[in-house]
T-cell receptor, first 117, second 114 residues
């Protein structure tokens, strides 16, 4: 079963608008971490934001915020005031903390975001 | 601040050749992860090392091997290359259990097998 689901393969958004990228996850571990990464066409994987399962507040990093709804198992990324440079592939990823694994990341399929001028 | 360094950035090899990818993690990070990302795919975990010992293994073919050296740099060795090995190979480093910013990725090595 998919552990990380990103239901939006692609999105078009007008510049300066806010955009929400969806991510739902599935885990039975009480301790886990959720990550969002940005991958522009150049290929590098850029860390954006992190949310721990025990964090009481939603994570924020500049224009990025994570709408963490633990009961719904969702961790949506919100980008405020989108810019042309935000056009990229966005991946949601999860790190579980099981006894037999060394914290590898589990990835969603990604959402391709295109910002229109 | 120092980042994860991967070399080479681009590599073109012929079928059945071998390739060696290198990764230099961030100083004091004790864990290195290797991921393979095919065109239009999400990254697939290959293998990880903790304190120079292999700690976890994912979908790494038997034709591939990896190790982490005493200076903490890691190498991914790929033999008998196939066309399907063409992908972006990422190395990431981190310190498990330290939570935030636990993973920093290098810029990747784009391998093309022709």
């Amino acid at each position: 079963a998919q552990k990380i689901t990103q239901t939006q393969p692609g999105m078009f958004v007008q510049e300066k608008e806010a955009v929400t990228l969806d991510c739902t996850y599935d885990t039975s571990d009480p301790s886990y971490g959720l990550f969002w990464y940005k991958q522009p066409s150049s290929g590098e994987m850029i860390f954006l934001i992190y949310q721990g399962s025990y964090d009481q507040q939603n994570a924020t990093e500049g224009r990025y915020s994570l709408n963490f709804q633990k009961a719904r198992k969702s961790a949506n990324l919100v980008i405020s005031a989108s810019q042309l440079g935000d056009s990229a592939m966005y991946f949601c990823a999860m790190r579980e903390v099981p006894m037999d694994s060394n914290y590898q990341l589990i990835w969603g399929a990604g959402t391709k975001l295109i910002i229109k001028p | 601040a120092a980042g994860v360094i991967q070399s080479p950035r681009h590599l073109i090899k012929e079928k059945r050749e071998t390739a060696t990818l290198k990764c230099y993690p961030i100083p004091r990070h004790d864990t290195v992860y290797w991921y393979q990302q095919g065109p239009g795919q999400d990254p697939q975990f290959l293998i990880s090392f903790y304190e120079k010992m292999q700690s976890d293994k994912g979908s790494i073919p038997d034709r591939f091997s990896a190790q982490q050296f005493s200076d903490y740099h890691s190498e991914l060795n790929m033999s008998s290359l196939e066309l399907g090995d063409s992908a972006l190979y990422f190395c990431a480093s981190g310190s498990p259990g330290q939570g935030i910013y636990g993973y920093t990725f290098g810029s990747g090595t784009r391998l093309t097998v022709v």
